[in-house]
Structures are given as C-alpha cells and as structure tokens.
C-alpha cells in the first residue's frame, strides 16, 4: 500500500495520557499566570513593623454598588494609617481616609464610582519605629478599577469554556506534533469553546460590566477583546484547513494547528484587563453622561 493511502493509525492510549497531562499543567500554568499578572487582581507586598514581617494585598478591582474595602494587617503598638486617593487619571489634589482597626486588621472603604471609573492609592502608616508606606517609593500608587455587577449565571460560564477552550487548544497542539489522529476533534472542540465562551458570552459579560459589548477592534483597543478577536480567528483558519477528515496535504494542516495553539498561548499570556474600559473623569466633570464617556484605557 503506498504511503498516500495509508491510513493513520490510532495513538496509544499512554502517549494520550501525557498529552492531556502536560496540556493540563501548561494551562494551569497559564491561569495562575494570568491570575498574578492581571492589572486587576490585588497589589501584593510586605512591610516590616513592631519586629514582625506583614504581608499585605491591596485591592485593584471594585463593584460599582459598593465601596471598595482596603484591608492591611494592623501589626498593633498604637499604629494609625489613611488612605491617600483620588480620581483616576486626574491632576486633582489627594483626599484622606481614616483606617479603622478590628481584629488585627486596619480597613477604609474607597467612595465607589460608575463603571469604568477608577481610583489611584496608597496608604500610609504611621508606626512606633516611623512612616511606612504602602505600595513603597513615594509616587506609587495603587489603580483600582470599578464595574456594574455580572450576573453569576453569564460569568461562571464564560470563565470555565475559556479555560476549556485553552486546554482544548494546548491538547490540540501536542496532538498535532505527537499524536495526529485526535487532532480533528480536538480543534473543532477548541473553536467551538471560544465561540461560544468568548466570542458570545464574553461581550455579554463586558455588557454587564462597562455597558458596552464590544471595545476591541475595530471599535477601540480594549486588549481583552483583541486577545479573544486573534485567537478565534486563527481557531477558524486552522478548522476550516483541516476539516473533518484527512487532507491530502495533512501537514499542512497539522502546522496550522500547532501554529494557532501557538498563538492562543501567546495571547492568553498577555495579563487580562490590559488597555480595558476606563471611564474620562475630564469629559464626566464638563457635563458628558458617564455612559457616554467610557474609551479605552492607555495600559
């Protein structure tokens, strides 16, 4: 039988194994990546006060229904701290906000604003061995961002089939190198994930959360939405190459889906909520509905 048509056999079941194994732990990797190095998850640190190391995370994400809480350790010993803030990005002066103690625990609530709004922060210390400051370094400041409440049922399910759609994607990819004959449905599986989980689901959460359903392009810059547009786009190419069954130039194919798992996690490493929705305090304070004054952020 000549090598055009010889089918490809099945991959054996251990090499199946270790390929949904390091697809797991790549996309765990990339989750907790994403979970650390996102704009929008709290600012980590540690501060020395009354002999002890204190470990600290300062909130960058709010709901616009409420004020958003910071909350410090209070290492004790007649300590006193506020909250220096202001608007975000604005030149006016910073206000002060007392912290209060309860059970080891120095907390201040931020004034909330609307969607997209955001505030810049710091706190201050004051401790029986002198003034620490937290974030350290005198001009850094924490950005905290507002949102309108997503819905539980819209936003569990986008998180689960982009994250199913990554290790849909990263198994696709080793299929493709090792293991070919799972390539097929695995790709389609994939496309299918992100459409539904990111290209659906997703500009309903940014509805929900910025009053807009999509920010990316052609419409702005939003990075998010940009992340989801490419790695869909090369998902499709790579499907629609394949198909359902063998190619003539299956190679071809299989470089297509190695180069679009490549991409997705390229893509997916650049941190969630970069150059997201932000509210122009300027445009608000002149009379613009705050609906109407929400672009896209420069970071």
């Known amino acids: 039988m000549s090598p055009s048509k010889r089918k490809t056999g099945k991959s054996p079941i251990w090499l199946k194994i270790v390929i949904w194994f390091l697809a797991i732990f790549l996309m765990a990797g990339s989750v907790i990546y994403q979970r650390l190095s996102g704009p929008t998850h709290p600012k980590r640190g540690s501060f020395e006060a009354a002999g002890a190391t204190h470990t600290y995370r300062l909130v960058r994400s709010g709901v616009s229904t409420t004020p958003a809480q910071v909350r410090i350790p209070d290492p004790g010993g007649e300590t006193s701290a506020v909250i220096e803030w202001r608007r975000y990005p604005t030149d006016e002066d910073f206000s002060s906000i007392p912290m209060t103690s309860?059970?080891?625990?120095?907390?201040?609530?931020?004034?909330?604003?609307?969607?997209?709004?955001?505030?810049?922060?710091?706190?201050?210390?004051?401790?029986?061995?002198?003034?620490?400051?937290?974030?350290?370094?005198?001009?850094?400041?924490?950005?905290?961002?507002?949102?309108?409440?997503?819905?539980?049922?819209?936003?569990?399910?986008?998180?689960?089939?982009?994250?199913?759609?990554?290790?849909?994607?990263?198994?696709?990819?080793?299929?493709?190198?090792?293991?070919?004959?799972?390539?097929?449905?695995?790709?389609?599986?994939?496309?299918?994930?992100?459409?539904?989980?990111?290209?659906?689901?997703?500009?309903?959460?940014?509805?929900?959360?910025?009053?807009?359903?999509?920010?990316?392009?052609?419409?702005?810059?939003?990075?998010?939405?940009?992340?989801?547009?490419?790695?869909?786009?090369?998902?499709?190419?790579?499907?629609?190459?394949?198909?359902?069954?063998?190619?003539?130039?299956?190679?071809?194919?299989r470089v297509l889906v190695v180069a679009a798992a490549a991409v997705m996690t390229v893509v997916y490493l650049i941190p969630h909520s970069m150059r997201g929705s932000e509210l122009n305090y300027e445009a608000v304070d002149s009379g613009v509905e705050a609906s109407q004054a929400i672009g896209t952020s420069d970071e």
């Open 102 to 253: 309860s059970e080891d625990i120095l907390t201040g609530d931020l004034p909330r604003q609307v969607a997209a709004g955001k505030v810049e922060y710091s706190v201050t210390l004051q401790t029986p061995e002198g003034r620490v400051r937290l974030p350290s370094g005198d001009q850094d400041t924490v950005i905290l961002r507002y949102k309108d409440p997503v819905p539980t049922a819209v936003l569990i399910p986008h998180i689960i089939l982009m994250f199913f759609a990554v290790l849909f994607g990263i198994r696709t990819g080793l299929s493709a190198i090792f293991a070919p004959s799972g390539m097929r449905w695995s790709a389609w599986t994939t496309l299918i994930g992100i459409t539904v989980g990111g290209m659906i689901l997703g500009p309903i959460v940014q509805k929900y959360a910025f009053g807009a359903y999509w920010t990316g392009w052609p419409f702005g810059g939003d990075l998010t939405d940009n992340k989801v547009l490419i790695m869909w786009i090369v998902w499709i190419l790579a499907c629609s190459t394949i198909g359902f069954k063998p190619i003539k130039k299956e190679w071809i194919g």
